[in-house]
């Protein structure tokens, strides 16, 4: 994974696929991160790294309000700090045992988190404010970020954007590079949509990823021959 780091709000997923009370694994360029919600629903953005031994967090498991690690099942309370040693459960863990927590927002139906330098909240403009938004989904797409950006007609320097398309209305679509030639496409559609719609939506998706995709493969084959 590339080590290039930019600052800014990221759209790491749809929150509708942070369900309460479990943990999922997400990504921004140079740093893997655990993305989980709690019981009261809050969701949490942590490094996908335990403080103990250095096991991916992501593996782990919600438990009365923390995060426990696969591995030795230290529970990391919701201010990341360790706050249940299983092998030692008399001992109140020192509060130097911890991880540090990212802001996170929860905008638009996207679980956003902050990296680095960055506003208050994450990116916004009228058109994002003017609707609801419901999940449509989610692609992987194997192709550098900003190449689907500019295929989708993302403005430059945006993540994430409302899109006018002529056949299916507006959809918001956000884009997560999770790596030098790889991003995550989070698709949602402006409320009223029916089934139909977000089927069709769905399909667009996979389109914009097999295009995209297409493209890297002859660009790396024409670097290959070249
Ligand atoms: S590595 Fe996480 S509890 Fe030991």
Known sequence: MSVTREG?????MLSADLETG????????????????????RAHVWDDRCPHRGMRLSL????????????HGW????????????????????????????????????????????GVQPEGDPAMEAAAWLPVRSVRIEAP???????????EGRRAAVLDRDVDGRVLAALLPVGA?????????????????????????????????ERAGRACLAGIVA
């Open 145 to 155: 970020w900003r190449d689907v950006a500019r295929a989708v007609g993302m403005p």
């Open 60 to 71: 782990g498991f919600v438990r009365e309000g923390a995060l426990a690690c696969l591995y």
């Open 75 to 118: 529970r990391f309370g919701a201010e990341g700090r360790c706050v249940h040693i299983p092998a030692h459960p008399d001992l109140a863990p020192p509060g130097t045992i911890r991880t540090v927590p990212l802001p996170v927002a929860e905008r638009h139906g996207l679980v956003w988190a902050s990296v680095g330098a960055a």
């Open 181 to 213: 030639g790889a991003c995550m496409l989070h698709l949602l559609a402006a409320a009223p949509a029916g089934v139909e719609r977000l089927h069709d939506l769905a399909d667009w998706g996979r389109d914009v990823r097999s295009r995209a995709e």
């Open 8 to 12: 800014g709000w990221y759209p790491l």
């Open 22 to 41: 479990t943990v999922a694994g997400s990504a921004v360029p140079g740093r893997d991160l655990a993305v989980w919600r709690d019981g009261q629903g």
